[in-house]
């Protein structure tokens, strides 16, 4: 029947979200059921073809990637697929009305890091819109479930919401970037060089991305405010702990939040959603 095979499918996004991100995981369950498919199948389209580019490094990962583009589409025309992250994926495309507008950019970000090992400011802007914040449009379209007045209205926070994650995981993993791709995202930085006056700079902009994020989260449709407001908080109590560490240490490891410290923030993000204090 193709409701297994769909549902299969389906099951092998949420696996892979589940095995490669802890932090997105948790906040997919607090969605409501009607969201959480699509959410695990957008992740899975995006950290496969991140996969390509990261990890593969004795294969050809152009042409891995150039394959995964015209899968992708093929995909999405013939509204099925033997991979089955983007037959799930091409289920969304068309459930929720995903354009290859916000599709191709991520796509395109994802070439860039075969190519470009420094970014200036043209083509940081560039990816950070590709890397990180067309996913979060491409969650807003779930999220908003056609209300296209509503979708416009949130368009921004959402991009911002992206970005900010996007930019605390390029200062979380500069390190790793830096010594196994070698690659330093951030314009004008020298990661040799790297001082505590350009990591305050970097700083400042994350946390303008962070506010304009929130003021759109305190508008998202019931039943998905939770699950953001908790990658959210999770990833700005990440930034506190890179904010509040030296250069050195930034340089030298991944900084995390401990396991303990999500449960809490899992806690505390509830009642404040229950008692509508966001």
């Known amino acids: 029947m193709k409701q297994l095979y769909d549902n299969t499918c389906r099951e092998c996004s949420k696996l892979i979200t589940n095995r490669y991100s802890t932090s997105f995981s948790l906040g997919i369950k607090l969605f409501d059921n009607k969201f959480k498919s699509a959410i695990y199948s957008i992740y899975g389209f995006v950290r496969f073809a991140d996969e390509i580019v990261d990890t593969f490094h004795d294969k050809p990962k152009a042409e891995l990637l150039q394959k995964f583009r015209r899968d992708t589409y093929e995909a999405i025309e013939n509204k099925i697929s033997m991979n089955p992250v983007l037959h799930a994926f091409q289920e969304v495309v068309h459930k929720y009305n995903i354009e290859p507008e916000i599709i191709d950019p991520f796509l395109d970000s994802m070439e860039m890091d075969l190519y470009f090992h420094k970014y200036e400011d043209s083509k940081y802007k560039e990816y950070i819109y590709g890397s990180a914040e067309v ?22 926070p959402a991009c911002k919401l992206g970005s900010a994650f996007q930019k605390v995981n390029f200062l979380r993993d500069m390190k790793s970037d830096y010594d196994e791709r070698g690659r330093v995202y951030f314009p004008g930085i020298d990661y040799m060089n790297f001082d505590v006056v350009q990591k305050r700079q970097i700083e400042q902009d994350i946390k303008s991305d962070f506010d304009d994020a929130y003021l759109g989260i305190i508008q998202l449709p019931k039943g998905t405010k939770f699950g953001v407001y908790l990658a959210y908080v999770y990833y700005l109590k990440l930034f506190e702990k890179i904010k509040n560490s030296p250069v050195t240490r930034v340089k030298e490891e991944r900084i995390r939040v401990n396991d303990g410290r999500k449960m809490y923030l899992l806690f505390s993000s509830a009642l404040k959603t229950q008692l509508n204090l966001l």
């Open 135 to 156: 996913v979060g449009l491409m969650c807003l379209k779930v999220f908003c479930e056609g209300d296209h007045q509503l979708y416009e209205k949130l368009k921004e």
